[in-house]
Every structure is written in structure tokens, then in C-alpha cells.
């Protein structure tokens, strides 16, 4: 038996923004607030008891009552969000903002979500730009310099491989122990089976980073070509969404580097807003690209790869296992591989 359709209330405000209000009844919030309380109480440690073991009721007297049910509520709000779009067939675009009118212990859930929507967008003559940017496509090759500077890098970081101690020989680069570029060495960094071998997979993927490089470029090229030629209003709320998700990278480089955001933005002598003010007009550029490859594939009937969401989800689910809801997971992963089908039709255009 399939799911009743959510009942809610829109409302369209200017600027391409969309209001959703709605509710939902206690009896349905109450089995999120069991599993949101089963959650909890792993974690939970309560004296008397072994750490995952105290009676729920515990639990929820001493983690509060009204802790509780926020977090039952952000579970079920994760949940009827994706489930809205899709009954009602909205574009949304971005981030909502999703705020917690009424909670309170036997009332049902008041929420209402405030999320962009598509803007009405003229397009300027995306084919054409597309292959004038194709036209232009510069070829890749890798020198032999290329190919000595990045050997001579790794043996630099490998020198540590050299025992200190070991007397020097002929078979020895006498240049600060640098190892050896031989068969032996290289069979160390890899499945390579000699030292011709390794020189050519190098060689591919210095290529390989160099076309990146390019196609990065290009397609940035192509972006910013598109945006001139199109007209359309970007929803603020979508440049706010692209950056939170510029700083969530940081963040993440940053967390990934050993550091501390805080004292990473202190050394840089910045504030977060600062930064976030300086890549305000980044951000603009992002939203409005994400707006026209979306609208490309609206015209030209363009999917995602279902094969690679499916794959994608998969790994993200047992990543990220009921933290995150499988519908949040599969629209963001549609989302992404939708712009990049839309950016590999573009780059087809001859």
C-alpha cells in the first residue's frame, strides 16, 4: 500500500522562493521519537547502567524530554522534505530552510520550509557557445623535463627509504642518498614492473591531471560564456546554500590536513563572514551555473547516470548509515551526476 500524499500548504514569495507549511500528526512523530530515542541511548552513558542499556525512559529523562523530540522532528522533517518534492513534482534548487513552528510533548509537528525554486531563465544559445568552446580545446602532451622533475620529486620524498648508515657505492645517487631510480625502487612505489614501466604510467598520469587541468578550464570558460548570455534572477538563498557548502569544503581540506578550523582561520587572519563575503560573488557564479545546466537538461530531456547514483548511493549509505535519509542522499547525488551528463552533452556539440 503506498504512502498518503503529505498534505501542505505553498505559497510563492518573490524571488523565487517557495513556502511550505504543513504538519504532522503526533502519532507519526511518536515512532521517530522511539528511534531517535534508541539512537541516543547507544550513546548515552547513565550510571547504573552499561552504556546502550538503560531503559528508554531513562534516557530520555536524563538526555531531556525536549531534546528528544527536536531531534525526532529533524529526523522526520528529513524524511517528508524529499518526500514533498517529489509528490508535488517541485525544482527545487539548494538547501531548505527548514524551521520547527510547534513541538510540544502530544501535538502534532508545525513546520514550515522555506527553499528556492527555478526562476523563469532565457537562455542564450548554449549549443553554439558550447562548440566555440569545443573549438578551442588545447592539446596535451607531456615533456621529458615533466617526466625527470616528478621522478626527481619522488625520489626526494622516497630518501628516507636509504639507510643513513648504508656506505656509499656507485649504486648510490651521492646528491643527499636520493634512492636509486632502478627496477627495485620503482617496484616499491607500485605494481610496476620496471623502470621503463614506471616511466610510462607517470608519464599517463601527468596526461591524464594535465587534461583535467584543461577540461577544468574550459568548462569554466563555457560557464562563464553561458551566464553572460542568459538572463534569469539568482534566489539569494541559493548563493547562501553555495556558501555553506564552499566553507563545508574547507573545513573538511582542512579537518583532513590535522588542523583546526578555528586556528587555521586565525592564522590566515580571517573571520569565517569575512571569507564567506569574499566568495559571495564565487558563490553567485556557482548558483547561477548549477541554474543553466539544470535548465539545459529540462530542454534537452538529459538524465543521470542511474547506474552511477545507484553505486554512489550504496557507498554513501554505508558511510553515512541512517544519519542522513536515503531520499537526501539520492536527490544530492542526482543533482551532481545530472551537471555532470549535462556538461559531457555540451562537450559533444561539434
Known amino acids: 500500500m503506498s504512502e498518503k500524499k503529505i498534505d501542505v500548504k505553498m505559497e510563492n514569495k518573490e524571488g523565487s522562493i517557495l513556502e511550505i507549511t504543513g504538519s504532522l500528526p503526533w502519532e507519526e ?15 548515552v552513558e547513565i550510571d547504573g547502567f552499561r552504556k546502550g542499556n538503560a531503559p528508554l525512559d531513562r534516557v530520555e529523562q536524563e538526555y531531556g524530554a525536549m531534546r528528544v523530540l527536536s531531534e525526532a522532528a529533524q529526523d522526520a522533517l528529513g524524511d517528508i522534505y524529499p518526500r514533498i518534492v517529489l509528490e508535488n513534482t517541485l525544482r527545487v534548487i539548494g538547501s531548505p530552510d527548514i524551521a520547527l513552528t510547534k513541538l510540544a510533548e502530544g501535538n502534532p509537528l508545525e513546520y514550515k520550509i522555506t527553499t528556492a525554486v527555478f526562476p523563469e531563465i532565457t537562455l542564450g544559445d548554449y549549443k553554439k557557445i558550447a562548440i566555440d568552446a569545443n573549438g578551442k580545446t588545447e592539446t596535451v602532451s607531456v615533456e621529458d623535463k615533466e617526466i ?7 625520489r626526494k620524498m622516497n630518501a628516507s627509504v636509504v639507510d ?19 627496477d627495485d625502487f620503482v617496484k616499491t612505489l607500485g605494481a610496476f614492473e620496471n623502470v621503463a614501466d614506471f616511466k610510462e604510467k607517470l608519464t599517463e598520469n ?10 577544468a578550464k574550459s568548462r569554466e570558460a563555457m560557464m562563464e560564456q553561458m551566464i553572460e548570455k542568459s538572463s534569469f534572477d539568482v534566489p539569494e538563498i541559493l548563493v547562501l546554500s553555495e556558501l555553506d557548502k564552499m566553507i563545508a569544503q574547507m573545513k573538511d581540506d582542512v579537518m583532513r590536513m590535522g588542523l583546526e578550523f578555528d586556528k587555521y582561520l586565525e592564522h590566515m587572519g580571517k573571520s569565517e563572514e569575512e571569507l564567506k563575503e569574499e566568495w559571495k560573488d564565487q558563490a553567485k557564479k556557482r548558483a547561477q551555473s548549477e541554474l543553466i545546466l539544470k535548465e539545459i537538461a529540462s530542454k534537452e530531456e538529459i538524465k543521470p547516470d542511474e547506474e552511477k547514483v545507484s553505486q554512489q548511493l550504496e557507498m554513501m549509505k554505508e558511510q553515512y548509515g541512517n544519519e ?23 562537450e559533444e556539440q561539434k
Open 164 to 182: 643513513p648508515e648504508h656506505e656509499h657505492t656507485d649504486d648510490c645517487d651521492h646528491s643527499g642518498d636520493l634512492p636509486e631510480l632502478n
Open 29 to 43: 512523530l511518536v515512532s521517530y521519537k522511539e528511534k531517535a530515542l534508541t539512537r541516543i541511548a547507544e550513546h
Open 324 to 346: 542522513v535519509p536515503e531520499a537526501n542522499m539520492r536527490l544530492y547525488l542526482e543533482s551532481i551526476f545530472l551537471n555532470e551528463a549535462v556538461l559531457g552533452w555540451l
Open 148 to 154: 625527470e622533475e616528478a621522478i626527481e620529486q619522488i
Open 206 to 215: 601527468i596526461k591524464a591531471q594535465k587534461q583535467q587541468e584543461v577540461q
